[in-house]
């Protein structure tokens, strides 16, 4: 069993900073991508972004330059740096990872179970 657990969610002004953490624990054997999505209400998920195992990175439009996707593989945590936070970005935010099991020979998708992140005007 593979579990992901989010951390770090909470109320912010607009113009402020929160930092997302997410460790994946259970009968893993590798992790390639880890990310972040999140869904605001009545809206559909998206994406917000993505760190390889090899560390390459990738960005939604609309948090480039202000979010920043980090990642510990010897913890197998995954972290994203909220700056500049908008109310648009208001949203349960949630970790993704696709994790290959111990004894098995491909990988799943694995989700945690959402942080809310709330931005005030």
């Known amino acids: 069993q593979v579990q992901l657990v989010e951390s770090g969610g909470g109320l912010v002004q607009a113009g402020g900073s929160l930092r997302l953490s997410c460790g994946a624990s259970?009968?893993?054997?590798?992790?390639?991508?880890m990310g972040w999505y999140r869904q605001a209400p009545g809206k559909q998920r998206e994406y917000v972004a993505s760190?390889?195992?090899?560390?390459?990175?990738n960005y939604a439009a609309s948090v480039k330059g202000r979010f920043t996707i980090s990642r510990d593989n010897a913890k197998n945590t995954v972290y994203l740096q909220m700056n500049s936070l908008k109310p648009e970005d208001t949203a349960v935010y949630y970790c993704?990872?696709?994790?290959?099991?111990?004894?098995?020979?491909?990988?799943?998708?694995?989700w945690g179970q959402g942080t809310q992140v709330t931005v005030s005007s």
């Open positions: 760190i390889s195992s090899g560390g390459y990175t």
């Open positions: 259970g009968t893993i054997f590798s992790i390639n991508d």
């Open positions: 993704h990872a696709g994790v290959r099991r111990t004894g098995s020979y491909t990988y799943g998708d694995y």
